[in-house]
């Protein structure tokens, strides 16, 4: 059982910065692929960013990348997200997960644990 904690959500004003922290607990963190996901009001959870397993590979929507940056500290069970130059339509809960396989997917179905999430509101 992995067990994900997210914090450092808040609200913020369009151009501001923002950085989510998700603590995993288990020994196997570092096996594992860590995406970060978000669901707006009314809308359905998309894909965010995503790291894997050492090797670091990272991957971003099309709609942050270049303004989000994911990391992980390995010795400290946390996965990261940097959200700079945040808009409004940046608003949602902020979910992180877990994928076993440590590939690091974009696809909801291919992780296995989820966190609570963490509300972020920018505003305008």
């Known amino acids: 059982q992995v067990q994900l904690v997210e914090s450092g959500g808040g609200l913020v004003q369009a151009g501001g910065s923002l950085r989510l922290s998700c603590a995993a607990s288990g020994r196997a963190f570092s096996s594992y692929g860590m995406g970060w996901f978000r669901q707006a009001p009314g809308k359905e959870r998309e894909f965010v960013a995503t790291?894997?397993?050492?090797?670091?590979?990272?991957y971003y929507a099309p709609s942050v990348k270049g303004r989000f940056t994911i990391s992980r500290d390995n010795t400290k069970n946390t996965v990261y997200l940097q959200m700079n130059s945040l808009k409004p339509e940046d608003t949602g809960v902020y979910y992180c997960?877990?994928?076993?396989?440590?590939?690091?997917?974009?696809?909801?179905?291919?992780?296995?644990?989820w966190g609570q999430g963490t509300q972020v509101t920018v505003s305008s």
């Open positions: 790291i894997s397993r050492p090797g670091g590979t990272t």
């Open positions: 997960a877990a994928d076993l396989d440590g590939l690091g997917y974009q696809e909801l179905n291919d992780y296995e644990y």
